[in-house]
């Protein structure tokens, strides 16, 4: 019988086997990270894209809503316009012509209302909120 010699743990064969054995870990653990790098990196552009679809979405509502706003808006600003320059004409005549003294107080009612409307429209209000804003008048 052939007796077997113990390996020399020391020998440079054995060194070799580990040196492999690490480095095939290693490589292994690489494969592994950057695989997981891959997902996350594909999760955050997806994300990323989810995203800016949403930002795109809000800004086209908001822009649609500024426009239809703006369309009311210059809509109330032309007829108020309009009953203002009737207004004006009618305070013309009326100074113009010798009326009852209660048909001046009910014009100078008309004025106001008049004005509130525009003061609305100008500042974004319903018309109704004249009192902070009567040194334009």
Known sequence: ?????PVNVS?????????????????????EIDEENKQVQLRSQTKLADANTLVAGIGNKVKEELKSNE????????????????VRKLKW??????????????LDEVEKMVRSMVIGVEYGGDGGEIDGHRRRW
Not at 15 to 31: D, N
Not at 93 to 99: E, S, V
């Open 1 to 5: 019988m052939t007796e077997v010699s």
């Open 11 to 31: 020998s440079p064969f054995c060194k070799f086997q580990t040196y492999v054995s690490a480095f095939m870990q290693i490589e292994k653990a690489l494969r």
């Open 71 to 86: 369309s009311v808006l210059q809509t109330r600003i032309e007829a108020l316009s309009k009953l203002g320059n009737k």
């Open 93 to 106: 005549l009326l100074l113009n012509t010798t009326l009852p003294l209660h048909m001046d107080s009910k």
